[in-house]
């Protein structure tokens, strides 16, 4: 697998009982989705490693989950922290308006109105309501401001993957 082709898809946190399970966190939009893809792969300083689901159950408004390679606690404590992979090419394919965060950190963000580079995407998060894209400023933006700008229907024109563009409806004294 290559760097490029992989895609964050949820973190291993603190153990969970004395047989090697860990509560998991989901970046999946379907938080289940993530038990659907095969294999999960983590980073270490050996390289990439695979790891298999055993089980999985619902707790409480999280997730755990127990895997072939963390066969007790002991080893479940050096997990704690890790963040979970996949490969692009095992996930679900995308609506033509959907896409994945990990593609859109690093394009840049200019303003409809007048074409102005707002700067590049740092990061997106979820408010509840919608996502919202940090956007950082770069040397070759209008100003040196750090932006909110919401992932709306509204606020979004046009995101260009190819291009590496996101054009906003969004002003620079916004």
Request: hydrophobic fraction near 40%.
């Amino acid at each position: 697998m290559t760097a490029n082709n992989l895609i964050k898809v949820g973190e291993l946190k603190k153990p969970y009982g004395i047989q090697g399970w860990l509560w998991l966190f989901s970046y999946m939009e379907d938080r289940e989705a993530i038990f659907d893809i095969k294999p999960w792969v983590i980073k270490t300083a050996m390289g990439e490693k695979t790891l298999t689901v055993k089980n999985w159950r619902t707790q409480g408004k999280g997730y755990v989950v127990q895997l072939n390679e963390v066969p007790d606690r002991n080893i479940a404590e050096t997990m704690f922290g890790v963040t979970l992979w996949a490969n692009k090419d095992n996930l679900s394919s995308l609506n033509e308006d959907e896409y994945y965060w990990a593609d859109l950190i690093g394009l840049t963000v200019k303003s409809q109105q007048d074409n102005s580079q707002l700067g590049r995407v740092k990061e997106l998060f979820e408010t509840g309501a919608h996502a919202i894209i940090v956007v950082e400023p770069t040397d070759e933006s209008i100003d040196n401001e750090e932006r909110l700008i919401p992932w709306h229907k509204q606020t979004i024109v046009d995101v260009d993957l190819t291009q590496k563009i996101i054009l906003v409806d969004w002003g620079v004294d916004y």
